[in-house]
């Protein structure tokens, strides 16, 4: 037998017990005639005591070890007299009998603290080390029980988890497919799935009425900090759902994750439009911890002869409380902030609303008091506030003040991690014009539901046509979204027309699907999220990464296993590929 | 709203109340004045009933109904005079009141019953109209059931659920890669992975302690009926154990499984060594609704002038109780079967130990009446029972036997589906010799560990070692297997060697995993299951394929969405591929 407990297992009911444990030495230190020993496992760290004096073979044993070696040792548990109370083990050590060495360790290249001296590279070269550190494995903790309450919620909601296949049919519309040459079918590939949209909705067709699975998904794009070709989805569908039934569910499964995760009730849930959201935050996505909306000026600026504002087709400002105290240099922070390349702006106006009343303005020039006072109202700005004005091309506009706005919420310390504002934006639209492409395309994907009062507008102005579609957003990150789906398969055909896929392609693409949807679709809807997403939230992460077991780097590598490499040619060749010549 | 309740849930209970019900429509049956629809969903069937005379104009809507259309019903819930005590909800109907059609069907190309008239291809082109039957949807929900229930289970036993990555690198070892081009670096490519063994590992080295994922693997070898391109695994590992720590633990979980899905108690887990597996029932995964065991005769049957005992190296029967009465033409049967290509005995000997004592054999020219005897007391027969002896090279000789005393087991009505007889087998040889590449290959993996006090034969006969391997029999199927790993670098290089890998072809393999062992990797062991399998014997199942929502056919297609297919040209480019002609 290996061990009696665990390293985070003992306590004061446990003296005198003759005990064996195992783990890896997390540290030693040796103070006069005494080696006491930290062993570590996942569950804690246990204090060995080897006493020269008692046990002087043992203690020169013990003296060898070195970092990170694996060790099992036999003793008794004793009681602390210098107690540690950060450790749920730290009121007893062991004092050791018998010592075994399991397996030893090259000391490794960074340090298995929860603040680590390894870079990232490091880190991701030497996954299994960076994953003993208590921060990382956390992270892993955390998902395996958020999926695990997922699958409750979900199974007690009468939800079916059914596996749906990874090895399928590419269909190019959307991201790229990463493919697999198939040996038996020369010259033809599967895909794997960007999503299980198909399936799903064929599960719907077969009756199975809920289904979800929380699933690998594959894009084939080229990566940033926020994105692994490889992702985990919680992937939904329901049958007989009207909108409102789908954001009650999920609605309900993300209170649950809260309540039984983090011990918190979150009851508000409000529903927003794309519209609205919009024109208030700039974004499909607004971080509602703070408020700061946007409030639209450009009646009230225009007509004094300010030409940046009377010629902008949007002009709009939003109020930082408490911030009329801004310094010249925090201000010139603000406005490189807007001009930076990602961004564009072209400048930045402020006003300052005095503590006095007064008001100081980088436009002074062309709006006296009153004027500003006006605009001031406007925002419903109050002494002591700094509002910040933005003009531009009303797209662009909102997004740089879209920035501009978390940026004075992080300034201002209005995002915490441990607040939570939840969030439904509806009534996406369901187009989006391409101009290099010259067509419409889908803006969540090709089987989304108009609303029925849109229809109308299918034929005349597509560009109108609000969608049955919704997104969840927490905290300004979208954690998963989602459609009622269209069931009848003229109305699919329509819309396929309207983003100008022929009969052909149509059929070539989604054939399986439209000739399902013949033998009695149900009404149905679905949503996605992002796993990989929900625990970075949950974890209070800014990566993905970071709750990855084996992550890959920007360039699709595991820096670990140095995959992908290069396979030998009569793998290819069975294959029936060949490499293209680069050169 | 679509629906008040599903067509499962109404009893008497709820008469008079007025609901709402979505479904498919199963059955219309025309009485009189009177249409009765049978509306169907996953959660059961209610009756809705249409009267001519109460309301003519519902009455003509609810005859242009058809088969599998999908409607919506309003109406009040009624006791039916004529109560059908096979339906949950047969002591009810649905007087309607209104009527939507949510949506026409086609003709299906099949009936939706458990036993439908589609042969298998239809129901595969149309899988999403044959997971409408009752049949083939319950070994899903059955899976959803085994899947929650085994996460519960290990969850409940500190193990932690980890998703390990599908794209990985190449490991040209065992069964052959599915590979993934990768676009990002050109030349290069991920496999798919034949199970999760090496990052498994990691995660134990990397202190994780006890690992476990539900997770698709792929192996692109050439199929057959029990076998998918992509196939799921309850993949396990745990730190700091011994085989019997292991193996106590997933009893455990099946265990767990039949009580909470079968409510059946399953205490007898008998362990069995490999080489008893062989000499006693010639297979590695017995089948022990049974017994009828292998007894050796070579001994008994030797020097009576009968050349083909006294030639072969193996003599063996089997005593088939109360099949004395079997007829010549049945006696052929069982000849026919042994000699089958497949199989290839030259031929079968029996001895009828009648009824009345005395004997009848195919070998009475050879054997006397006191021979038989002294042969059935061998077999431990009585009479009135049968015995079946095959003579040959042993392997060959005992597999037939294998295959004859399996089809004796069906025969006689001992393979009943309900009745379960679990075991492990254990003490696997480590290797295996390959005559073809003049190798060693090891039977299980090549991170097994030898038994400990077999590890001196590493040197001097590789062939005899056993191994720290198991595998889980249940009915003769092999639901699992696993091993006590290697974790020490010497130990692994010296197996390396053995199986005649260079230490540069280790590297490039396996180095990741040489790397991280030598930084402390703990003892630890695991397993993994066929979750595939796991569900057909539950669901008593003869293939897998009924198990799995969208499989493959044979030549690895899914004859649903035509998968694979091809692609175009310029995706090839992109990923630096072309095809070679195949002429």
């Known amino acids: 037998m290996y061990r009696t407990h665990t390293c985070g297992e003992l306590r004061l009911q446990n003296v005198n017990e003759s005990v064996i444990l195992s783990g890896w030495v997390q540290r030693i230190r040796k103070m006069g005639g005494m080696t006491f020993v930290d062993l570590r496992d996942r569950f804690g760290i246990t204090q060995l005591v080897f006493d020269q004096e008692k046990n002087p073979k043992l203690f020169e044993k013990a003296n060898r070890l070195g970092r990170e070696w694996v060790i099992q040792c036999q003793g008794i548990v004793a009681e602390r007299s210098n107690k540690n109370l950060h450790l749920n083990t730290g009121e007893i050590e062991i004092i050791a009998a018998e010592l075994s060495i399991l397996n030893e360790s090259k000391i490794p290249p960074f340090t298995i603290e929860d603040d680590t001296d390894g870079g990232d590279d490091l880190r991701m070269e030497y996954r299994y080390i960076d994953l003993r550190r208590n921060t990382v494995r956390k992270n892993l903790e955390l998902r395996h029980l958020i999926a695990l309450e997922v699958r409750k919620y979900l199974s007690e909601h009468n939800f079916l988890e059914v596996e749906t296949p990874v090895l399928i049919k590419s269909t190019p519309e959307g991201a790229r497919d ?245 969030l439904w934006v509806v009534d996406f639209p369901l187009f989006e014009w391409d101009e290099e492409t010259q067509r419409y395309y889908a803006m969540h994907h090709a089987f989304t539901s108009p609303k029925p009062e849109d229809i109308v507008l299918l034929s005349t102005d597509p560009g109108q046509v609000r969608a049955n579609a919704y997104d969840m957003v927490i905290n300004g990150v979208e954690l998963g979204g989602g459609s009622i789906r269209i069931h009848n398969s003229e109305l699919q055909h329509k819309i396929f027309q309207i983003m100008g896929f022929s009969e052909e392609e149509a059929q070539f693409k989604f054939g399986f699907l439209m000739d399902a949807f013949k033998y009695g679709a149900p009404p149905h809807g679905g949503l996605a999220f992002g796993l990989d997403r929900v625990v970075s939230l949950f974890a209070g992460l800014d990566s993905i990464r970071d709750c990855i077991a084996f992550p890959k780097n920007n360039a699709g590598r595991d820096m670990m296993s140095g995959a992908p490499s290069p396979i030998e040619t009569n793998q290819l060749t069975e294959l029936s590929l060949k490499l293209i010549d680069s050169k």
Not at 203 to 208: D, I, P, S, Y
Not at 247 to 260: C, N, P, S, Y
Not at 293 to 318: M, N, R, T
Not at 382 to 391: M, R, S, T, V, Y
């Open 178 to 422: 990463f493919v697999v040459p198939s040996r038996m079918n020369p010259g033809e590939f599967y895909a794997l799935p960007q999503s299980p949209q198909l399936y799903k909705q064929l599960l719907m067709v077969a009756g199975f009425d809920r289904y979800f699975q929380i699933v690998k998904c594959f894009r084939d794009e080229d990566l940033r900090a926020d994105r692994q070709p490889e992702f985990t989805q919680i992937d939904c569908e329901m049958s007989f759902v009207m909108q409102d039934d789908v954001l009650d569910l999920f609605e309900g499964m993300m209170i649950h994750l809260f309540k039984t995760i983090h011990h918190i009730d979150i009851h508000d849930f409000p529903r927003m439009t794309y519209a609205d959201a919009m024109r208030l935050y700039g974004s499909d996505k607004p971080d509602l911890r703070f408020g700061m909306p946007f409030v639209e000026l450009k009646e009230v600026v225009s007509g004094h002869q300010f030409s940046v504002f009377d010629s902008a087709e949007y002009v709009g400002g939003i109020c930082a409380t408490g911030c009329s105290s801004y310094t010249r240099k925090q201000i010139d922070e603000l406005t490189e902030f807007v001009k930076r390349p990602q961004l564009g702006a072209k400048g930045l106006v402020y006003i300052k609303y005095e503590p006095d009343g007064s008001f100081k303005s980088s436009i002074d020039k062309f709006y006296n008091a009153n004027d500003l006072e006006t605009i001031a109202e406007e925002v419903q700005a109050k002494p002591g506030d700094l509002i910040l004005i933005l003009a531009d091309e009303k797209k662009k506009a909102q997004k740089v003040l879209s920035e501009l706005r978390l940026e004075m919420g992080t300034r201002l310390g209005l995002r915490k991690k441990d607040v939570f504002a939840p």
